[in-house]
T-cell receptor, first 116, second 112 residues
């Protein structure tokens, strides 16, 4: 099992350009997430998808859109990149089990994005 | 608002030392607490704790939860240079099965 995979690993964009970050998981998880991680700010949730067909905003959704393509895939789109979006982006997946109290999420390797 | 506070923010030790990392939390409707290790890349899951006083152990790492005092500790014994990483603590956000509230992490550096 590959777990959670992300492409690309690195990307440099100019201000105003658009791009899509791809994420796929092979763990048959229902829920998927996009985070960004910045020095001193920790991990912040951008968007999540509780199940196929649903998406919801997280803590920092402005400037981003998402698509849950199917159960395996969840993409993050930057329509008009800004320097403030320079960050490391992580995709994660989980299968929350409220009965067991199991909420662990499994992370992909990350995409390092620089916007100049 | 849910809050997770980790201490210390950073720690430098020598190989063979024992370290204790702290995580305190404030969250409505507590369900569990999670520990992750983050080296250069993605956070990797270490432990999930749901009950007070029950130690979870994996090799030289162990963790325990105190739901009365609202904290958890992560112990690493006989540290090795490979233990150098950021250790993150997280709790499911109150009222959500999907959102995790993360602490800022503790940066552990183990010198040879």
């Amino acid at each position: 099992n590959a777990g959670v995979t992300q492409t690309p690993k690195f990307q440099v964009l100019k201000t105003g350009q658009s791009m899509t970050l791809q994420c796929a998981q092979d763990m048959n998880h229902n829920s998927m997430y996009w985070y960004r991680q910045d020095p001193g700010m920790g991990l912040r949730l951008i968007y999540y998808s509780a199940s196929e067909g649903t998406t919801d905003k997280g803590e920092v959704p402005n400037g981003y859109n998402v698509s849950r393509l199917n159960k395996r895939e969840f993409s993050l789109r930057l329509e008009s990149a800004a320097p403030s979006q320079t960050s490391v982006y992580f995709c994660a997946s989980s299968d929350p089990d409220w009965y067991r109290g199991a909420y662990e999420q499994y992370f992909g390797p990350g995409t390092r994005l620089t916007v100049t | 608002e849910d809050k997770v506070v980790q201490s210390p923010l950073s720690l430098v030790v020598h190989e063979g030392d024992t370290v204790t990392l702290n995580c305190s939390y404030e969250v409505t409707n507590f369900r569990s607490l999670l520990w992750y290790k983050q080296e250069k890349k993605a956070p990797t899951f270490l432990f999930m704790l749901t009950s007070s006083g029950i130690e979870k152990k994996s090799g030289r790492l162990s963790s325990i939860l105190d739901k009365k005092e609202l904290f958890s500790i992560l112990n690493i014994t006989a540290t090795q240079t490979g233990d150098s990483a950021v250790y993150l603590c997280a709790v499911p956000a109150g009222g959500s099965n999907y959102k995790l509230t993360f602490g800022k992490g503790t940066l552990l550096t183990v010198n040879p």
